[in-house]
């Protein structure tokens, strides 16, 4: 974590599992209620895909946007 210009920051960069992607799910949904402001929160790619999937925090949720 790192404190920017309007709030806390954080970036983190992992490897998941296929098997283990339900625990980013509850990550997620930990951090959801928490952000400041909406907008995007970050992307994930399974190992073969060639596009990223978005997702975005609004509203103490967030929603996968199309890849």
Not at 5 to 15: A, K, P
Not at 42 to 57: L, S
């Given at each position: 974590m790192r404190l920017q210009d309007e709030g806390w920051g954080?970036?983190?960069?992992?490897?998941w599992l296929d098997d283990d992607m339900g625990e980013l799910v509850t990550v997620l949904d930990l951090l959801a209620p928490h952000i400041a402001r909406p907008g995007p929160g970050g992307f994930f790619r399974e190992e073969d895909e060639t596009r990223a999937a978005v997702f975005a925090f609004r509203d103490g949720a967030y929603d996968l946007l199309e890849p």
């Amino acid at each position: 974590m790192r404190l920017q210009d309007e709030g806390w920051g954080l970036y983190s960069r992992n490897y998941w599992l296929d098997d283990d992607m339900g625990e980013l799910v509850t990550v997620l949904d930990l951090l959801a209620p928490h952000i400041a402001r909406p907008g995007p929160g970050g992307f994930f790619r399974e190992e073969d895909e060639t596009r990223a999937a978005v997702f975005a925090f609004r509203d103490g949720a967030y929603d996968l946007l199309e890849p």
